[in-house]
C-alpha cells in the first residue's frame, strides 16, 4: 500500500525495455516471508531468485523462490536453480527467471556484491531487475519494495572493468546513475482485494493506532551512525585520492625537471655533433602511480544518497505521523468529552 | 732452543727442590734460585749468560750495520734483561767486574749512537719508526750508562787491552758464521772460570767439584756440550740430594747471603757502587710471584720510624705499575703493619700503612666496572673501621690530602698525614653498591652481603664524626650526603608513630625523619656544587613521601622548581628524582590526592618502561638499540635489589588513580567528539580487554582493575570494590603498603564517590529527579557526602541539575543535547572533515591547473589561504551549495 506510493517518482527517460515492475500479491509475500525469517533468526540478508515475464514494457513477477543458504557446500546452485525451475515449471507456474530479490536494512543493501551479480543478470537476462525488500522499514510498518536495474552506463563501466577517474567521467558514470530505479507496483486480483477490504474493516480502529509509532530516537540515532561510518570511510577515500594526486604532482614535476635537463644535456651535445641521448626510459624513470580505483567511494557515495534518502523520508514520515497522532489525540478527547 | 730449555729447567727443578730441602718456615727470596744455580752448575749457567749476552750483542752489531734502530732497540732491551739475568752470576765470578765484551759492547752503540745522531741529514732520511726508535735508544742508552761510568771509563782509557774472551772474538765476528762462534768462546771461558770458581771456593766451600766435569765436557764437545750439560744435570741430581752437609751448607750460605743482602739494602742509598744492584733487587721483587710470605727485614735489623716509612715508600712507589703483584703487595703492607705494630712506632704511622692498605686493596681489582672479591671486601671493612676508630680516639692525627709530603708529620703529637678518609669511605661505599649489584638479588649471599651494610652506615658515621672535628663544610656535604643516601630509602616506623602519638615511641625521640632534616639543612646551606644539593633534596623529599609527609614533600617539590632542570642533570640525579616522583605519587595515593598520584606517576609509566626509568633492571636488546658501551654502563646505573621500588605496586596505584579519574570523566564526555584521554595506558588497558571476545575472571593485576573499571562504568560500586580490594589483590598490592587497611579503606571511600559521579553522569538522562536519600543508601555513602558531591558537580557545571532542599532531591535540567543531537552534531563535524579533504583534491587540480611550473612554495601557500576563507563563508553558502547541486540533478533528469 505504502510501497505502491514510493516508487513513481522517478521514471527513467532510456530506452530501457521495462517501463515498470508489477508483482504478484504471491510473489510479495513469499518473499516477505523469506526475508523475515532470514533477518529474525540470523540477521543474514535473504536472496532469491524472481520468475515471471515480460509483457509489452512491464516485468511482471508472478512467483519467486528462495536461494538456499552459502553456507551449503555440497549443493550446487545453478543446478539447484535449474531444478526449481524445472519442477515449477511442471505445475504450470512461470518458469522465465526474470531476476532475484534481496533483504536489505534501511538501505545498505548498495555493495560490490550486489553490483557484481546485477552486471551479471543484466547481461544474461536482459531485463532482469533486483528487488530489495527492506525488513527493518516494513517491521515498523512501512513495506518498502525498490527495483533496481543497473544503467547501460554502470553496465559499460563494469563490463571495461576500469575504475579510474577518468574513465568515469569519460562514461558519465556517478553514484546518482549507477542504478535506475524502476516502480514497482503490487497487483492483486479482485478478489483478494475484496478479501482486503472486508479485513479493513474487521480491524478494530483502536488496533490501528499501533502503526502510529512515535520512538524516532532509535531509528534516527541508527542511521546516523551509520552514515557517520559512510561519511568516514569516504573521507578516508578522499585523503587517499588526494595523497595520490600529490604523488602524481611531485613526480610530474620531477618529469618536467628531467626532460628538461635532457633537452639542455642533448642540446649541448648536439652542438658537439654528437647524437643526442636516447628517451625512452623516461617512463622507466618516473612509473606512473597506480591510479586509485574509484568504484569504492563511488558505492559509498551511493550508500550515503540512500541512507540520506532515508532518513529524510523517514523524518517527513514521522512528522505526518504526528500530525495524524495529533489528530486521533484531538478525535479522542472530543469523543471522550462531548 | 736447547738453551731456552735448559734455562728454563734449572729454573724449576731448583726451586722445587730447595723448598723440599729447606726449613719450610724461613721466608726465602725467589733470587735464591740463581745462585743456586751457580753453585751447583756453574759453568754451565754462566755459560748461558754469556752466551746469551754475546749473541745479543752480535745482533746488535748487525743491526748497526743495515742501520735498523727499531729492531737494535729491541736487541738493547734483551740485552739490558740479559744482563740483568745474569747480574748475579756476574756478581760471584767476576767480583762484580762487569765484563769487558760486555762494556765494549755499550761504548760501541753509544759511539753508533752518537754518531748516528749528529748526522742531520741521515736522520732525515731515516724512516719514522727508525728515527723514533733512534731517540728513544740514545735516551735509554745514556741512562743505562749512568750505572757503568767507572767502567765504561775505564775501557775508554784502553779499549785496545784485549779483554779475557772477548778479544778473539770480536775479530770474527764479522767474517764468521755462528756456528764457529760459541765454541771458540767457550773454549777460551772455561780456564778463567776455573779460576773464579776457585776463587770462591776459598772462601766459602768447595762442594762445586763435580760439576767442574762438565764444563770442561763441554769445552771439548762444543755443541753437543750444553746437552751433556743437562744430562749431567739430571744424573747428578739424586747425587746431590743425598749429601746431607751439602744441604747444611747450602742452608748456611743462604742464611749468609741473605744477611749481605740486607745489609746491601741498607747500604743502598748511600752506597753508589752498590746502587745498579740494588736497585735490581727491588725490581725483581716486584717481578716476582712468590708463593711465600715476604719478608721486609733483616733480622737484626733495628727498626725505627724512617726506616717503616722508607720501607712504606719503596712498597707504594711499585703501586699502579703494570707488573706489580697487587696481591703481594697488600701482604706486605700487612706484614709492614705487623712489624711496625710490634715496635710501637705511633699511631701516625698505623693510620698511613692503613691507609696505603686500604688503597691497595682498592687497587687489587683492575677494572673499574668489576665488584671486588668478598674476601678483600671484608679486609677492607675492618681495616677501614680500624683506622677510623684511631683517628677517632686520636684526636692529635690529621688526615688530610691539604698536607704536602714535605709537611707530613708522623713522629710526634700533631701528627699530619697525608691522605684523604673521605674518599676513601666513598669510594668504599661505591664498592659495596657494586658488590650488591654482582650479587643474585633472591640468594642467600645478598643477604649476606646486606648485612654489611650496618658495618658501612657504621663507618661512614665515623667518618662524619671525625670530618665533623676539622669542620670542612665542603667535606662535611659529601660524607652528609653519602650519610642521607644511606637513609633516605629506609623506612622508619617510629616517625608514623610518634606522629600518631603513640606512647610506645617518646616525643623527643630522634627519628629519622629528623635526622634527615638536619643534614639536608646543613647541605643546603652550605653546598656550593649544585649537584650535592640537588640530590639532598630528592632524598628529602623521597624520606618525606616514605614517611607520609605528603605536604612537605610536596611544597620542597614545588619550591625547588626541579621539575624544570631535572632533565640537565646527570643520569643517576635523574634516576633518583624518578625514585623519587615514583614515591611521591604513592605518597599522594595514601592521602587520597589522586589527581596527583596520577600526575607524578604518568610520567613515568607512559613510556611502558618505568623499571629502566627506575634503573631497576634492563629491558631486552630489541635490534641493536644500544651498544655494548652502553650498556655497561647502564648496568653500572642500576639500583641495588633492596633499594627497588615495587613496579607493580606503582603499577596498580597508577591504573587505580587512573581509573578513578578517567571513569568519570569518560561517563561525562560521553558523545564529546574530541574528548582527550587522560591516560593513555589505561586506556590500552581498557582497550585490550574489549577487544577480547570472551573475558575471563581476572587473573592479574591489571586485569582486576580494568574489571573495576568497567564495574565503574555502570555505576557498579560494590563490585568494583571487590575487584579493587580482594584477597588476591591485597597479596599482590595493597599489603605493601604500611598501613594497608587506612588505603583501603581510602580506596573503598574513593570508589563509592566516584561511581556515584558516574552513575548521575551515565543516567541522569532518565531521570527527572533522584532523591538524595536514594543515592546515599544505594553507594552506602553519607547524606552530606553525597549532597557535597552533586554540589560540586553542579557548581562545575558537570551536571546540569539543581537541589531541591525541601524534598532531598535532585532535579534534572534538560539543558544538555540529547543523544540524536550530539550525534548529528558529530556527523556534522565529520561531514566537514569529509568537505575538506574533498575541496583539498579540487584545489590540487586546480593548483596544477595555474600554477604549472610554479614552485611548491606557492602551490602550498594558496591552498591554505583559501581554506582559510572558505571557512568563513561556508556558513552562509552552505544552503545554496546545495541547492546548486539539487538544481544539476534536476537537469540531468530533465534533460
Not at chain 2, 740485552?79 to 756478581?91: F, M, N, T
Not at chain 2, 771456593?201 to 762445586?208: A, L, V
Not at chain 2, 665515623?462 to 665542603?474: A, C, D, I
Not at chain 2, 605536604?551 to 634516576?575: C, G, K, W
Amino acid at each position: 500500500m505504502a510501497g505502491r506510493a514510493a516508487a513513481q517518482r522517478r521514471v527513467p527517460e532510456n530506452e530501457s525495455t521495462i517501463a515498470y515492475v508489477q508483482a504478484d500479491g504471491l510473489a510479495v509475500m513469499k518473499i516477505v516471508k523469506h526475508c523475515h525469517e532470514e533477518s529474525t533468526t540470523n540477521m543474514d540478508i535473504a536472496q532469491g531468485a524472481l520468475l515471471g515475464l515480460v509483457v509489452d514494457n512491464r516485468l511482471e513477477i508472478t512467483n519467486c523462490f528462495p536461494f538456499p543458504k552459502q553456507t551449503d557446500e555440497t549443493m550446487d546452485e545453478d543446478e539447484y536453480q535449474l531444478a526449481m525451475m524445472r519442477r515449477l515449471r511442471r505445475v504450470n507456474v512461470d518458469h522465465f527467471h526474470v531476476g532475484w530479490y534481496q533483504s536489505a536494512d534501511v538501505g545498505n543493501f548498495l555493495s560490490l556484491p550486489l553490483l557484481e551479480s546485477q552486471f551479471h543478470y543484466q547481461t544474461s537476462i536482459e531485463e532482469s531487475v533486483v528487488v530489495i525488500y527492506d525488513t527493518q522499514k516494513s517491521s515498523r510498518g512501512f513495506l518498502t519494495f525498490k527495483a533496481y536495474r543497473l544503467t547501460p552506463q554502470a553496465i559499460e563501466m563494469y563490463k571495461e572493468g576500469e575504475f579510474t577517474p577518468e574513465a568515469l567521467l569519460k562514461l558519465k558514470v556517478g553514484y546518482e546513475n549507477l542504478f535506475t530505479e524502476v516502480p514497482f507496483l503490487i497487483k492483486n486480483s479482485p478478489l483478494t482485494n475484496i478479501m482486503m477490504s472486508e479485513l479493513a474493516e474487521m480491524v478494530p480502529e483502536e488496533e490501528g493506532a499501533k502503526f502510529l509509532d512515535l520512538g524516532t530516537a532509535s531509528v534516527l540515532e541508527g542511521q546516523l551512525r551509520c552514515m557517520m561510518d559512510r561519511v568516514d570511510e569516504l573521507n578516508q577515500e578522499a585523503i587517499k585520492f588526494n595523497r595520490y594526486q600529490q604523488l602524481v604532482s611531485r613526480q610530474q614535476q620531477d618529469k618536467q625537471r628531467y626532460l628538461l635537463k635532457r633537452a639542455q644535456e642533448n642540446a649541448a651535445r648536439a652542438a658537439k655533433d654528437e647524437p643526442p641521448l636516447p628517451e625512452e626510459d623516461i617512463n622507466k624513470l618516473f612509473r606512473p602511480h597506480p591510479v586509485p580505483p574509484r568504484l569504492n567511494p563511488m558505492i559509498i557515495a551511493g550508500q550515503i544518497n540512500t541512507h540520506s534518502q532515508a532518513i529524510s523520508q523517514f523524518c517527513s514520515q514521522s512528522l505526518a505521523k504526528l500530525y495524524i497522532t495529533q489528530a486521533l489525540q484531538n478525535a479522542k478527547e472530543a469523543n471522550a468529552n462531548p | 732452543m736447547s738453551r731456552f730449555f735448559a734455562g728454563s729447567d734449572t729454573d724449576s727443578d731448583s726451586s722445587s727442590e730447595e723448598e723440599q730441602i729447606q726449613r719450610p718456615q724461613v721466608p726465602v727470596y725467589t733470587f735464591s734460585d740463581d745462585e743456586e744455580e751457580v753453585k751447583r752448575v756453574v759453568r754451565s749457567a754462566k755459560e748461558k749468560r754469556y752466551e746469551e749476552l754475546t749473541n745479543i750483542i752480535k745482533q746488535i752489531r748487525n743491526y748497526k750495520k743495515i742501520k735498523d734502530m727499531s729492531s737494535m732497540l729491541n736487541s738493547f732491551e734483551e740485552l739490558q734483561k740479559a744482563y740483568l739475568k745474569a747480574a748475579p752470576v756476574v756478581l760471584k765470578e767476576e767480583n762484580g767486574q762487569t765484563p769487558r765484551f760486555f762494556i765494549r759492547c755499550l761504548v760501541e752503540l753509544e759511539d753508533f749512537i752518537n754518531e748516528m745522531w749528529e748526522d742531520r741529514d741521515g736522520r732525515k732520511n731515516l724512516s719514522k719508526n727508525n728515527s723514533k726508535s733512534l731517540g728513544s735508544m740514545r735516551q735509554k742508552l745514556r741512562k743505562y750508562l749512568k750505572d757503568f761510568e767507572d767502567d765504561v771509563a775505564k775501557f775508554r782509557e784502553n779499549p785496545e787491552q784485549p779483554d779475557d774472551e772477548e778479544e778473539e772474538e770480536r775479530p770474527e765476528a764479522e767474517p764468521d758464521s755462528d756456528s764457529e762462534l760459541p765454541s771458540k768462546s767457550q773454549f777460551t771461558k772455561a780456564p778463567a772460570k776455573q779460576q773464579v770458581v776457585e776463587d770462591k771456593d776459598e772462601s766459602s766451600d768447595s762442594d762445586d767439584w763435580p760439576s767442574d766435569t762438565d764444563s770442561s765436557s763441554e769445552s771439548s764437545d762444543d755443541d753437543e756440550g750444553k746437552y751433556t750439560s743437562m744430562r749431567e744435570r739430571f744424573l747428578k741430581r739424586p747425587g746431590g740430594a743425598t749429601h746431607e752437609d751439602y744441604e747444611e751448607k747450602e742452608r748456611r750460605k743462604e742464611e749468609r747471603r741473605k744477611e749481605r743482602k740486607d745489609k746491601d739494602r741498607r747500604k743502598m742509598p748511600k752506597d753508589e757502587e752498590e746502587d745498579g744492584e740494588g736497585e735490581w733487587e727491588t725490581v725483581q721483587r716486584g717481578v716476582a710471584i712468590p708463593s711465600e710470605k715476604p719478608k721486609m727485614f733483616a733480622k737484626d735489623a733495628e727498626i725505627d720510624l724512617s726506616l717503616v716509612i722508607k720501607k712504606l715508600s719503596e712498597i707504594m712507589a711499585a703501586r699502579g705499575k703494570k707488573r706489580t703483584d697487587r696481591r703481594e703487595q697488600i701482604e706486605l703492607l700487612h706484614e709492614l703493619q705487623n712489624v711496625s705494630d710490634q715496635h710501637q712506632l705511633g699511631p701516625a704511622i698505623y693510620v698511613k700503612i692503613k691507609l696505603a692498605i686500604i688503597s691497595a686493596i682498592f687497587d687489587y681489582n683492575p677494572k673499574v666496572s668489576d665488584a671486588m672479591k668478598p674476601e678483600y671486601w671484608l679486609k677492607l671493612l675492618e681495616r677501614m673501621s680500624e683506622c677510623l676508630d684511631l683517628l677517632l680516639s686520636n684526636p692529635q692525627l690529621l688526615v688530610s690530602d691539604t698536607v704536602t709530603e714535605e709537611t707530613e708529620n708522623l713522629e710526634e703529637a700533631p701528627y699530619r698525614i697525608r691522605g684523604c678518609v673521605l674518599t676513601s669511605v666513598e669510594r668504599l661505599d661505591d664498592e659495596f653498591i657494586k658488590l650488591l649489584k654482582e650479587c643474585d638479588p633472591h640468594s642467600n649471599e645478598y643477604v649476606e652481603r646486606l648485612k654489611d651494610e650496618a658495618k658501612v652506615s657504621n663507618i661512614i658515621d665515623k667518618t662524619m664524626k671525625y670530618l665533623e672535628r676539622s669542620n670542612v663544610s665542603s667535606e662535611l656535604c659529601r660524607i652528609y650526603l653519602r650519610k642521607i643516601e644511606h637513609l633516605y630509602y629506609k623506612f622508619d616506623p617510629k616517625v608514623l608513630q610518634q606522629k600518631a602519638g603513640d606512647a610506645s615511641v617518646p616525643k623527643d625521640a630522634v627519628t629519622s625523619v629528623q635526622e634527615m632534616e638536619k643534614l639536608c639543612k646543613f647541605i643546603y646551606a652550605k653546598d656550593s656544587t649544585d649537584r650535592l644539593r640537588t640530590r639532598a633534596i630528592l632524598s628529602h623529599i623521597y624520606h618525606h613521601a616514605l614517611h607520609d609527609n605528603w605536604f612537605q614533600a610536596r611544597d620542597l617539590v614545588l619550591m625547588s622548581h626541579l621539575q624544570e632542570t631535572i632533565q640537565h642533570s646527570d643520569p643517576s640525579t635523574q634516576i633518583l628524582y624518578n625514585r623519587m616522583m615514583a614515591h611521591l605519587g604513592l605518597c599522594a595515593f595514601r592521602h587520597a590526592n589522586i589527581k596527583d598520584a596520577h600526575n607524578c606517576l604518568v610520567d613515568l609509566m607512559m613510556t611502558g618502561k618505568p623499571k629502566e626509568l627506575l634503573a631497576q633492571g634492563l629491558l631486552p636488546q630489541r635490534q641493536h638499540e644500544r651498544s655494548k658501551e652502553q650498556e655497561k654502563i647502564e648496568k653500572q646505573r642500576q639500583m641495588p635489589f633492596h633499594m627497588h621500588i615495587n613496579l607493580e605496586l606503582l603499577e596498580c596505584v597508577y591504573l587505580v588513580s587512573a581509573m578513578l579519574i578517567e571513569i568519570p570523566y569518560m561517563a561525562a564526555h560521553e558523545f564529546d567528539a574530541r574528548r582527550r584521554m587522560i591516560s593513555k595506558t589505561f586506556y590500552q588497558q581498557l582497550r585490550s580487554s574489549e577487544r577480547q571476545s570472551l573475558v575471563g575472571p581476572p587473573e592479574s593485576m591489571r586485569e582486576h582493575v580494568v574489571a573495576a573499571a568497567k564495574a565503574m562504568r555502570n555505576g557498579n560500586w560494590s563490585a568494583c570494590n571487590n575487584f579493587i580490594i580482594n584477597e588476591k589483590m591485597n597479596a599482590k598490592v595493597w599489603d605493601l603498603f604500611y598501613q594497608a587497611d587506612q588505603v583501603r579503606a581510602m580506596l573503598t571511600k574513593l570508589i563509592k564517590e566516584e561511581s556515584l559521579r558516574t552513575y548521575l553522569f551515565t543516567y541522569s538522562h532518565v531521570y527527572d529527579s533522584i532523591s538524595m536519600a536514594t543515592l546515599a543508601e544505594m553507594f552506602e555513602l553519607d547524606k552530606a557526602v553525597v549532597h557535597s558531591t552533586i554540589s560540586k558537580m553542579i557548581i562545575n557545571e558537570e551536571l546540569m541539575a539543581s537541589l531541591d532542599d525541601p524534598t532531598q532531591t535532585v532535579v534534572m535540567h534538560r539543558s544538555e543535547p540529547s543523544r540524536l543531537q550530539s550525534l548529528a552534531l558529530q556527523l556534522a563535524d565529520k561531514v566537514n572533515n569529509f568537505v575538506d579533504s574533498n575541496e583539498r583534491i579540487l584545489e590540487t587540480k586546480q593548483g596544477n591547473f595555474f600554477l604549472r611550473g610554479a614552485n611548491q612554495v606557492r602551490v602550498g601557500f594558496v591552498p591554505g589561504n583559501f581554506r582559510g576563507d572558505r571557512q568563513n563563508y561556508r556558513g552562509s553558502t552552505n544552503q545554496n551549495w546545495d541547492r546548486q547541486r539539487r538544481d544539476r540533478n534536476r537537469d540531468k533528469d530533465n534533460y
